[in-house]
């Protein structure tokens, strides 16, 4: 049981009840969290985890919220973000030292600025490092698992470092998904600066012309399945455009669902179901969605 006066004794950051997650997702879906927490700094976050592990209480971490749908009735137990309390971001022997708050697009120009190559097409993806990580974040045919030495991470109630072998790395998966990733280390390739730079700004170019940066949306919302693409596929299926509710598969990009102003996570639940079997109607192909739900139940997953 979590208690408000236990927690007090010694977190120093914000903590809210019942606090409206469409407020904190891209999305702007998503009912309130029984607790939502922004520890102060790595200390104020580690102590609040052995806190809630300890007293048996379910929490879900998160950064942006750029690639999460909440549910409409909201999160049971404590929603914590990482953000503000996993801030650095230095240049270290020859490697770029990363915590799991810092925003990819930070990320990105720093690496850029200390002429390091190979992360600049995650430019413009509107997340964090810890969240890249965790889902294996990539575009334009890499991924930021490519660069990764190692991962610190909370795993079983302790810090532990994670060596990019025993990682788990796949397409859009690693074998994060029930840890706390505090850090990771990059060991990446000298470029040049002018070069990169300009790959950066082609990176954004492309993004800005190709998806619905207009509406809310959480990205892409299937992956890619082997030897296709979901984009192209929804299309095929006739589905560009197609409305539930205020929640549209995008006339601009088909992988994309965005909120059109009053979309319910509901309406997003029962577009992604349609868009699923109409793919597979059609092509035998089930798509799998690449962003995560929070919030439901393992049936409505």
């Known amino acids: ?19 409206p997650m469409a407020n904190h997702t891209w999305m702007k879906v998503g009912g309130p969290a029984d607790w939502y927490a922004e ?25 942006r919220g750029s690639n999460i749908l909440v549910s ?17 971001l230095t240049k270290k022997n020859g490697k770029v030292f990363a915590e799991a708050g810092v925003r990819l697009t930070h990320f990105v120009d720093f690496c850029i600025q200390h002429e390091l190559a190979g992360v600049e097409m995650l430019a413009g993806i509107p997340g964090t490092v810890g969240g890249a990580v965790v889902m294996n974040a990539g575009a334009y045919g890499g991924t930021i698992s490519d660069y990764i030495a190692e991962v610190e991470v909370i795993r079983n109630g302790t810090v532990a470092l994670v060596s990019k072998e ?6 859009r998966h690693s074998g994060f998904t029930n840890d706390v990733v505090l850090s990771a280390l990059f060991l990446l ?9 300009q790959r950066r700004r082609e990176c ?31 299309e095929q299926a006739g589905l560009k455009g197609k409305r539930i509710g205020g929640a549209q598969v995008s006339e601009k990009h ?3 669902i965005v909120n059109l102003g009053n979309a319910t996570a509901t309406d997003v639940m029962h ?31």
Request: proline residues 6%; neutral net charge; aromatic residues 10%.
């Open 254 to 256: 088909a992988n994309f």
């Open 1 to 19: 049981m979590i208690s408000m006066s236990e927690i007090q004794k010694f977190f120093r950051g914000a903590i809210r009840v019942n606090e």
């Open 204 to 234: 954004v170019l492309k993004r800005n012309q190709t998806q619905p940066l207009e509406f809310p949306n959480l990205g892409s919302m299937f992956k890619n399945p082997p030897n296709a693409y979901a984009a192209q596929l929804i």
């Open 189 to 197: 390739p000298k470029g040049k600066k002018e070069e990169l730079a």
């Open 39 to 63: 520890p102060r700094d790595r200390e104020d976050l580690v102590a609040l985890i052995e806190y809630l592990q300890k007293q048996g209480a379910p929490f879900v971490v998160i950064g």
């Open 271 to 301: 577009l992604v179901d349609l868009v699923q079997r109409t793919v597979y109607q059609h092509f035998g192909v089930l798509l799998e969605l690449e962003v995560k739900l929070v919030g439901f139940s393992p049936q409505q997953g």
């Open 166 to 171: 025993q990682a788990e790395f796949s397409y």
């Open 72 to 88: 409409d009735a909201g999160v049971r137990g404590a929603v914590i973000n990482v953000e503000q309390a996993l801030q650095t």
